[in-house]
């Protein structure tokens, strides 16, 4: 019916076939009549002949006769047949977005819609001399006015200046009302300057009459201003505003932008879907760097926030950097093609703080603009998530104007100090514009995102709410600049392009943007690694291997989800980096240690791949880690060297003693840049990782670490190692961040389809634990896992439990329930427990704590010093002890030990654990501590002090 009233004349069988008329020719003369076919795709449709044959019927019209055919996917996962995978498709609740796809795409088949007229006003502007400009104006290729001389006198200049130089106003004044009534006072008189220079006399006028036309109409306009001097392009005309007031950048319809002239680039014609973005967000370590630290995650999330719709479907896809370097950057433009470069980082007079593996690298427009162009594969928009990345003046030129100089076609850029939590909402609306528009426009989105958020800001500051951040107006700060006329970044009519190598598929398994993730994988029963053909030097195994060969994967930069900041220190670790090294002193190696599945082995296998691409050979073994199996693993990677190739085969070679095998290892070790790997260490230690089942392992482990000089060792073991801090620096996994976890189910089609309020659900019960969100994504899809370890564990775990994997319709609550019942099994909880049966009092406090809580916290709550205890379980991998004297229990983990400690105990937990968080004063808490003091309480039975905390939140 939506679509009859757009004019569109929609053909169903039910109202067009008569009844005791020929059905297979009223059918066969609705396809042949039909101008367009859509095509409805659910998992609930049975896919019967006549299904099958109309579908057949339209995709031959479609190939051969170029006749439009758009897939509606009422299911996000839905199969779709391979003929018609690389049409643009739409979600069913799509209405306008499938309209404007009938009309744009082909002609219509009912009454010809009337198209909406794109009104556009061009203003444009030279420095003439006296400090004055020279103003003319047309209004749909007509002149309006001659001529005008503005001046820009000291009121404007000091205006701008504030603008330019704004900072957060500081917390002297009373309240963030009155902050947030300054911040508008100066918007409002930097708009009156503005407006005076660029809207006199007859182009007000003008300019006021159109507005009101086309608002009346509902039409679209198009306000560009046009300068040559990168001074005057610079100018916030989005503050700007007329005579009477009205600010045609928040007027509804509008778009500001602005077009530097004299510009070599030209704006390439629209691309084929889906959506491309390459995120690269510049996050030096903390120390590295003067600037504060990005929110980075709150940005990521923010973004895959904005495509999730369209991601779901196949119309969207995201790809982020793990090193945000110019490096890196021109190397993924050169493997794929993108609509959209987003970056993100701090701002300076032309340039922008990138990011070298943690180390800060400041890249001017030239380096930014070189990286982007040699690549040959451009990206029509760079959207500059960067304080004062479009500010300039006469003598410098901002980072934006420098792009369009060296033939950038676009740039959204930041015209003054931005907060963190406005360029994230800003990203995100912008993006999820730009996803469901058929033919989107950047200055579309922009508009619309800048009005989307001061008029959500009005109505939170009406209401009393919001905090500082979300209460100053900051609409005038976004812009965007082009050096070309600005053309639709995409044309959905077009076959799709999907990113190449990250998974595209629609047959058999969802479709997902994402490149493969790899989890902590299992032992292997001590296999040490065979010669690999492919890679000189490299070890790999006798069987399949995944991802570049080898026990551990190779993952790439985009395969690793989370894990940033632990990567970086491993690697400087292994490097001997020297400022780590002044740090903590030098160490033969690295232990990874954390409860199974939390991402040891994922993380250590893009450290592996990094350590060769720096030239490292590498040598593996899995599980029991014999001197048979290590000098095996070592023997095979030093036959890769030119010069060592002999002490390779001597290691190999059953004849050669022990003895000389321990002393041509730690020749090795001293001498070459050799990482050996011991993955999956535990399984030389009993449950609990107190000793060694073989003591002769522990006694050349020590003799390794002894030898280490320019070779290093890497562990990955549930516990760390007996006495293994004198030698190696350890790094316990906690979880994935709540946006390392979204990350990670958008790659898992399980639990991509949920909701958004059953991934929450979903957060609070698993957490970011990535093994036990890949069971529970198995357990969604009848037992069929992404990866085989996965699928293998599964398989033996729900075994033992009788579980029926096979099983159909497992609503999304008991899937989470049998995850817990298998992880607590894969990671033999109940024997954990008993070997720390004196701890449990401490672990059950830990446990109830929804976020890591100081050391010193848990034993408040109990009234004793739980430090040895937190020792002991930290060393059991029940409780994870983080780098900053807090200490965690994986949320999969609480919930299996709630049905362990029994009703009352976790009554007398959660109570001790609300009492606790509530004895911070109410004014320094966050909303997410104050919620968590909610449902501690609620669950002790204490309901009158849970209601008291809610009545505070709610104000």
Not at 132 to 151: L, Y
Not at 264 to 269: E, H, L, M, V, Y
Not at 365 to 370: G, I, K, M, N, Y
Not at 437 to 458: I, Y
Request: charged share 25%; aromatic share 4%; net charge negative.
């Amino acid at each position: 019916m939506k679509l009859l009233a757009a004019g569109i004349d929609a053909w169903v069988d039910e109202w067009e076939i008569k009844p005791g008329e020929d059905f297979v020719a009223g059918i066969n003369k609705g396809l042949e009549s039909c101008d367009a076919g859509l095509i409805f795709f659910s998992n609930d449709v049975d896919g019967g002949k006549w299904v099958q044959e109309e579908i057949h019927a339209l995709t031959i019209q479609a190939v051969e006769d170029g006749k439009l055919v758009i897939p509606v996917l009422l299911d996000p996962d839905v199969p779709i047949p391979p003929l018609l995978r690389s049409r643009s498709r739409l979600g069913a609740e799509q209405i306008d977005q499938l309209i404007d796809a009938i009309y744009k795409r082909k002609p219509p088949l009912g009454p010809v819609r009337v198209e909406v007229t794109r009104h556009r006003f061009v203003i444009r502007l030279r420095r003439a001399a006296d400090g004055e400009i020279a103003v003319t104006a047309e209004a749909d290729g007509k002149p309006v006015a001659g001529e005008e001389m503005v001046r820009l006198d000291a009121g404007f200049h000091y205006s701008y200046a504030e603008f330019l130089h704004t900072r957060p106003p500081g917390s002297r004044q009373s309240s963030v009302k009155e902050l947030a009534a300054a911040r508008e006072r100066d918007l409002r008189q930097l708009g009156r300057m503005v407006g005076h220079a660029i809207f006199p006399g007859a182009v007000d006028r003008a300019l006021g009459e159109l507005l009101d036309r086309v608002t009346s109409a509902g039409e679209p306009l198009e306000v560009t201003i046009e300068t040559e001097d990168a001074g005057l392009i610079a100018i916030p005309f989005e503050a700007a505003s007329l005579s009477g007031g009205r600010v045609p950048a928040l007027e509804p319809g509008v778009s500001v932008l602005r077009r530097l002239a004299g510009c070599a680039a030209k704006a390439p014609k629209a691309r084929p879907g889906p959506l491309k973005i390459l995120v690269a967000v510049g996050a030096p370590d903390e120390d590295k760097s003067p600037n504060t630290v990005l929110d980075y995650e709150r940005e990521l999330q923010s973004i895959l926030d904005a495509v999730e719709e369209a991601q779901r479907i196949g119309n969207a896809a995201v790809r982020i950097l793990e090193v945000g370097s110019l490096e890196e950057i021109g190397k993924a433009l050169r493997q794929d093609t993108y609509h959209v470069l987003h970056l993100s980082g701090h701002g300076g007079a032309g340039t922008i703080e990138l990011d070298e593996d943690g180390a800060p690298e400041r890249a001017t427009a030239t380096q930014l603009a070189d990286a982007v162009l040699e690549s040959g594969r451009p990206a029509p928009l760079v959207f500059l998530a960067s304080c004062h990345s479009g500010a300039g003046d006469s003598e410098t030129a901002g980072l934006a104007q420098g792009l369009l100089r060296r033939g950038v076609p676009a740039v959204v850029a930041m015209q003054s100090a931005v907060l963190d939590r406005y360029a994230t909402q800003l990203a995100k609306t912008f993006y999820d514009h730009l996803s469901k528009s058929e033919r989107p426009l950047a200055s579309d989105a922009l508009a619309h995102a800048r009005r989307e958020l001061e008029a959500a800001r009005r109505k939170a500051l009406e209401r009393g709410e919001g905090e500082l951040g979300e209460a100053l107006a900051e609409y005038a700060t976004p812009s965007l600049f082009l050096g070309a006329d600005e053309e639709a970044l995409l044309d959905r009519a077009l076959p799709l392009e999907p990113l190449h190598g990250l998974g595209m598929t629609w047959q058999g398994q969802a479709a997902t943007a994402w490149s493969l993730y790899i989890s902590g994988s299992g032992g292997t029963g001590g296999s040490a690694c065979l010669p690999a053909e492919s890679r000189p030097g490299q070890a790999a195994t006798a069987g399949p291997t995944a991802l570049g060969g080898g026990l551990v994967p190779r993952l790439t930069a985009d395969e690793l989800v989370g894990r940033r900041r632990e990567l970086r220190r491993l690697v400087r670790v292994l490097k001997d980096d020297p400022r780590t090294v002044e740090e903590i002193g030098r160490k033969a190696g690295y232990q990874l240690t954390g409860i199974g599945g939390a991402g040891k082995s994922a993380l250590a296998g893009r450290a592996l791949a990094r350590m060769e691409e720096a030239g490292w050979l590498v040598a593996e073994v899995s599980g029991p880690c014999g001197l048979s199996a290590v000098s095996t693993a070592v023997g095979v990677a030093l036959m890769g060297h030119p010069q060592l190739a002999d002490s390779g085969k001597r290691l190999m070679d059953a004849e050669t003693d022990d003895r000389a095998r321990i002393g041509l290892l730690g020749g090795a070790l001293r001498q070459v840049p050799l990482l050996l790997v011991l993955d999956n260490f535990e399984d030389n230690l009993a449950v609990g990782g107190g000793a060694y089942l073989d003591a002769a392992n522990g006694q050349l482990l020590e003799l390794l670490c002894g030898a280490a000089g320019r070779g290093k060792l890497l562990l990955t073991s549930r516990y760390p190692i007996p006495n293994g801090e004198d030698w190696l620096e350890t790094e316990a996994l906690g979880p994935l961040s709540a946006a390392e976890t979204r990350k990670l189910c958008m790659r898992l089609p399980g639990l991509r389809r949920q909701s958004p309020e059953d991934l929450g659900m979903v957060y609070r019960a698993v957490g970011g634990h990535p093994r036990a969100l890949e069971y529970l994504n198995a357990i969604l899809n009848r037992g069929q896992a992404r990866m085989p370890d996965v699928k293998r564990r599964l398989r033996e775990k729900a075994k033992e439990l009788k579980l029926d994997l096979n099983e159909s319709g497992v609503m999304l609550g008991e899937a989470v329930r049998r995850t817990l019942e298998v992880a607590a099994r894969d990671i033999l909880l109940d024997e954990l427990l008993e070997v720390v049966a004196e701890d449990h009092e401490v672990l059950f406090q830990v446990s109830v704590f929804p976020m890591p809580v100081p050391e010193a916290g848990v034993s408040s709550c109990l009234g004793m010093d739980g430090k040895q205890a937190l020792e002991r379980l930290g060393q059991s991998s029940l409780v994870t002890r983080l780098a900053d004297g807090m200490v965690w229990v994986h949320r999969w983990t609480a919930e299996s030990l709630r049905g362990r400690m029994g009703e009352a105990k976790l009554r007398v937990c959660c109570r001790r654990g609300g009492e606790y968080l509530n004895a911070r004063p109410f004014a320094s808490r966050p909303l997410a501590e104050d919620l968590a003091i909610v449902r501690l309480f609620l669950t002790a039975g204490e309901y009158d002090r849970a209601v008291g905390i809610g009545e505070q939140i709610l104000g």
